[in-house]
């Protein structure tokens, strides 16, 4: 999800930085064109099925989607008592709207996509990552910008949010005001009393300055940050997300604590987060505290 590479002979590859990438091979073109916002490329792979790119960047697939959509959406949602509502910026793909209706007592999710293109692009091929969360009655799809939306839409309806999710691209062009401190406290604006954010932070390896000021941004927000690191296949390295809140804290969980949270909501179709899987994430290596000490 970094600057890219043209594909060439069927290998589509990516920047993770000046020096260092990432490739695919085998691939074949099922679609690809601009829309009103950017280029847009849905492969067929041999390893990942298909696979969706946006500017040349990796977004999603349909064999891994579950790394990134999983822990970003139940990490903050096991550690609140009972969501019941949800805004996601971005997140047209649907994989995030799909792991909030595992809740049971999700009742509303409003998604703000910037890019409408990319709703009819999940829609038409990506059935394998949101699982017909697309026609769910309880989400709304607005098709917008979510700097608008949460700067002045959100705070005119009066409408707050158990979670915001920030699905979105890197922080780079478009994108970059989506992850200001300024766009923080609109986020915080719109939860409601014990509330939880939830985003992606980036490669600490690849992007170590990246991670560390959106941890230290946040922390300039929030009472409570907590960053977390997985491996996720389709972006080639260690990725950062962060749960902030002012109440929640995700990292405070036991393993039991979680694994009773998933049985007792009966959250299916989990294919990576697990009680275990939960806490190892928060144990972070020296490298990473250092990276990321207050």
Known sequence: MS???PHIDG?????????????????????????EFQDYEVWDTPRFGKLF???GC??????????????????????HPGPRSALIIGGGDGGSAEELFKHPGMERVLMVELDGKVVDIARRYLGEVHHGALDDPRLEIRIGDGLAYVEREGPASGERFDLVVLDLTDPV???????SEAFFHGCR???????????HIGAPVFQPERVAGLVRGLR??????????LYIPLYGSLWGMACASDAVQPAALSAAQ????????????????NGAVHCAQFALPNHLRTLLAE
């Open 11 to 35: 290998v589509l590859a990516e920047y993770l930085a000046d020096d260092a990438g990432y490739f695919i091979a085998g691939g074949r073109l099922l679609e690809h064109g601009r829309s």
């Open 220 to 229: 300039q927000v929030f009472a409570h940050v907590s960053p977390y690191f």
């Open 58 to 79: 990796f977004m999603t697939s349909e064999r891994d989607e579950f790394y990134y959509h999983e822990n970003l959406i139940q990490v903050p949602a096991l550690a």
């Open 53 to 55: 790119r946006l500017d």
């Open 3 to 5: 600057a890219l590479l």
């Open 189 to 199: 604006n719109l939860l409601a009393p014990g509330g939880a954010l939830t985003l």
């Open 173 to 179: 062009g478009p994108a970059e005001a989506l992850y």
């Open 258 to 273: 979680v694994d009773a949270g998933i049985a007792q909501r009966q959250l299916g179709r989990l294919q990576h987060y």
